[in-house]
């Protein structure tokens, strides 16, 4: 079997196929992912802010303070996102034009689509009967997915007249009439059926690209804005003296039942205001709220404004910073105002009327570096004091296993809340990259080491950095940080000069030892959670040795550490939990060998090359599979077990799941993560992060429908410029950002367009309770849960939450139901309760017959059971168990 090592041949394999089934994960949220661009709209009761979160869209509950990130992928990153207005159906559209339609209350994709070209904006009619998407210069009108039509999309009529790419679309009160705005400086009104009385009409007022157009609350007034700042008020006057007469004079139809653009009438000009900034800004962006009467818009240099509609009396003015604004979008009472940059990652609500902040999110620049979970016990801040804010307080007064801690490139350290997803306190003390982070046993503190060449202590109930290390030197910077059990004492491993490792204690940040013996960089360090060896200290660096130090003991304290000789040099280390001196320590060479520390020996081994599964980078020319270079007919008995296989590839961090049963694998290089069954040392389960086929790295096979006439993909060319709704802003961020890149740089600020693309993994790690666990990436923090329930994907409401009280019926028809359930157990027919219980698929029921049955009847009701139903009660059974979550 694949990843079987040499040692666990002669076991059986069979159990870890019934742990793969047991440790399933499912995408739970993503964390810190910065605002790379799209449109944001708020709910229709306007406690939700929808936004795109790489190629998924992000919810953030603004009145429960929550955020989480629906499950289902588009093909690329998220460019529009239309919610219709009764909350039910999501449209979600990539760069590329295809979309998902996504039951949002469920959170599942009830349709696919591909619109053949990118698409600018998509708005479904106030009645969600009507679905106006732009295609180019064409506007279609698509009928809303129904049950009745399969969910699938019925085009309605197709709407031309512009002769540029239509920018904008909006809808009349009344879903019969639609607006559209295009960069050929008109804005222009349509009907979705052919109307009597009804003439379509044009405006030619504007001189430069038009962003917005907006109807009035009673459809008078039509408002629109163009780059230049130029706001115009179209008034709709009704003919003077038309009475309920029809065109021949003789009385008839009542003209005043017909819509008001039917009536005669004509559109005039009734205002003209100009609401330029200084410094040459161009609006960017601008919304309408037709209750409140509010429009904003907002500027290229990071200004937005709110005018009073149709007196177009200024209302604010507000910076957010010097960068342009991308996305706004009002609530529906016009308080509220979703601001998103994509230069500053940056993500807000402001409340006009107050002048506060409702959120204010900003993920890490240039991706995550590092993460760790808290404890899972807190007992001091139980007996002294909760952490200060809401987000880190817990129900019972600790936070046991709910915080994670991030560290990133750009020197911040952030703690977020693991089960609101929101970031609630955040550390820019240092001034260079974070390399490690972990929290002190007590979980009152966390601790950041740097590249900068310090290692920081922050307080967790004051939010302050209260303690500083350094080396005595202070000319060397850190890369692995551990704390042990006691929480009495710090290590850190230096890059570069004696290829030292630094104790210090923690309550006088005075420097008690300085271990010296390793002949290369320190990569990694950890202290064993045996109680035997409290201080026992593993490290592992480029030199492929693991040092054993004990820093307890007297006769070893200051002398030589033992040395274990691995394959190669050691990226990653972890111990096992249940503190049977077991130490995994993941190589260069793509093993994961386990170390028993305490006898150094090596009980065993896990051959990860073919797991790995590393994507194809955009420029290369060849697949990234595992047959690459061996000609096709050539069967595997006929190769070599190494051939084909790319030796490039290695797990670059290594996480114990609580139990000590799995063991989580990232490697940097890879869109999968691993869970190895460390019994039988054989791969469970493995996961792929996301499918976004915009960042490099992902897709394994080559395409050749990507490649041009000069032989090099189209994603290696830099597009932007072209692609963009102001192209004038585009090409001088592009020339900014050409001015910051150095050749070479893959990370950090100085890389290039074509490496912000690229998707590393740098760090994972395991909950407290194994019920989540988490990967640090260069596009945010992928964070994945036990799944409890058969099937389907969490909803925007669950969060990280237990999915045991989910309702996902297997199959219901008239009998499937609980008193039908009940009733067949008040009776003793156990077999059929069962087998309508796992119909329903509810997990109080399940519980309540799965109780009732003797252990002499279980054959019985087994064998009953059909096939269909088996997976559900596999799934049950596992929750029953919980292996992944059972004390050490």
Known sequence: PRGLSGGARGRAVFPAAVRAAMHAYRFSNLLGATYQGGSIQFTPDGNTLLSPAGNRASCVDLVQGRCTTLAPENREDVAVLALAPDGRLLLSVDRAGHALLINFVRGAVLCRINFKTAVRAARWSPDSQWLAVTHGSRLQIWRAPTLELGWQFVQHRTL?????????????????????????????????????????????????????????????????????????????????????????????????????????????????????????????????????????????????????????????????????????????????????????????????????????????????????????????????????????????????????????????????????????????????????????????????????????????????????????????????????????????SSVGGQYSIYVWSIQTGNVLEVLAGHTSQVQTLKFSPSQKHPGQLVSGGWDGQLCVWDLYTSESKGGQAEKLLCSSSVLSVAFDPRGNDLCAAACLTGQVQIWNVDQGLTVGSIEGLRDIQSGRQEGQKFAATNKRGIKSGTGLGKVGPAEGVNLNQHFSSVAYARSGELLLCGSRNSPHVCLYDTTSYTLAVRLLLTSNRSLSGVQRILNSKHMTEAGVAIQQFDLSDSEADDPELAKQSQRMRQVSTLPGVHVGEAKDRYAERELHVWDVAFSADSQQFAAATTHGVFVYAADAGVGGHSGHGSGAASQASRFVPQMLTKNVSAPAILKALGSGDLSRAMILALALNDYGLLRRVYEKIPVASIAIVVASIGAPLLPALLWFLSLEMRPASGTP
């Open 160 to 492: 031309g007249g512009h002769h540029d790419d239509i920018v904008d679309v909006v809808w009349s009160p009344n879903s019969l009439f639609l607006a559209t705005c295009a960069m050929d400086m008109s804005v222009r009104l349509f009907s979705v059926d052919p109307m009597d009385g009804f003439e379509p009409m044009a405006l030619a007022e504007h001189r430069s690209h038009v962003r917005g157009v907006f109807f009035s609350g009673d459809m008078h007034h039509l408002y629109s804005l163009s780059r230049e700042g130029v706001l115009v008020s179209l008034r709709y006057e009704e003919a003077v003296g038309a009475a309920a007469l029809d065109s021949d004079g003789k009385g008839g139809e009542d003209l005043r039942h017909r819509p008001l653009y039917c009536r005669p009438g004509k559109w005039e000009m009734k205002a003209k205001a100009y609401c330029q900034q200084p410094g040459a800004q161009k609006v960017t962006r601008c919304a309408f709220d037709t209750a409140s009467n509010v429009f904003a818009c907002g500027f290229s240099g990071g200004i937005f404004m709110l005018f009073e509609m149709p007196d177009m009396q200024a209302l604010q003015t507000l910076s957010l910073g010097s960068q342009a604004l991308d996305a706004l979008a009002l609530g529906p009472g016009g308080d509220w105002l979703a601001v998103g940059s994509s230069a500053l990652g940056q993500l807000l609500v402001w409340e006009w009327r107050s002048e506060t902040y409702i959120l204010k999110q900003q993920g890490h620049h240039w991706g995550v570096q590092c993460l760790a979970f808290s404890p899972s016990a807190a007992s001091s801040l139980r007996k002294q004091k909760t952490l200060a804010t809401n987000d880190g307080r817990q129900e019972g007064g600790s936070v046991g296993g709910r915080l994670l801690a991030t560290g990133g490139y750009d020197g911040k350290v952030k703690i977020f809340n693991s089960q609101s997803g929101l970031c609630f306190v955040t550390f820019a003390e240092h001034t260079a990259p974070v390399a490690a982070l972990c929290f002190t046993p007590q979980g009152n503190a966390v601790l950041s080491a740097s590249q900068d060449g310090s290692v920081r202590a922050f307080d967790l109930l004051r939010y302050r950095n209260f303690r500083t290390f350094a080396s005595p030197d202070g000319l060397c910077q850190f890369s692995g940080l551990a704390v042990d059990s006691g929480g009495e004492i710090v290590a850190a």
